[in-house]
């Protein structure tokens, strides 16, 4: 299991941007696919965006942030962030990081895949 801590929320208008940063406790953070998700009131947990282990060479990003939202890693700081640009008020929700499978030959989004969470951090959109 990983320990996975996110920061970096906040409130923005619409049009504008945030980074999110989670940090993995553990050395073996660079075997595992990492996910974003997230969480409006009312709703069910969503895919935002995957990157695969290690390298990070392949990502996925749902329909609805796809050319706004960058995922990226940095596993010497044994970190993943989530650039959003462009937000928009519908994208207000809870975020939250998640550590998928380990060594994985397929960029999952599922979210019964992911077993390891972070508490999550709020992103709010005025408009």
């Known amino acids: 299991q990983v320990q996975l801590v996110e920061s970096g929320g906040g409130l923005v208008q619409a049009g504008g941007s945030l980074r999110l940063s989670c940090a993995a406790s553990?050395?073996?953070?660079?075997?595992?696919?990492m996910g974003w998700f997230r969480q409006a009131p009312g709703k069910e947990r969503e895919f935002v965006a995957a990157?695969?282990?290690?390298?990070?060479?392949?990502?996925k990003y749902a329909d609805s942030v796809k050319g706004r939202f960058t995922t990226s890693r940095d596993n010497a700081k044994n970190t993943v962030y989530l650039q959003m640009n462009s937000l928009k008020p519908e994208d207000t929700a809870v975020y939250y990081c998640?550590?998928?499978?380990?060594?994985?030959?397929?960029?999952?989004?599922?979210?019964?895949?992911?077993?390891?969470w972070g508490q999550g951090t709020q992103v709010t959109v005025s408009s």
């Open positions: 998640a550590a998928g499978p380990a060594y994985s030959l397929i960029l999952t989004t599922r979210v019964d895949d992911f077993g390891s």
């Open positions: 553990g050395r073996t953070f660079s075997s595992y696919t």
């Open positions: 990157i695969s282990w290690r390298s990070g060479s392949s990502t």
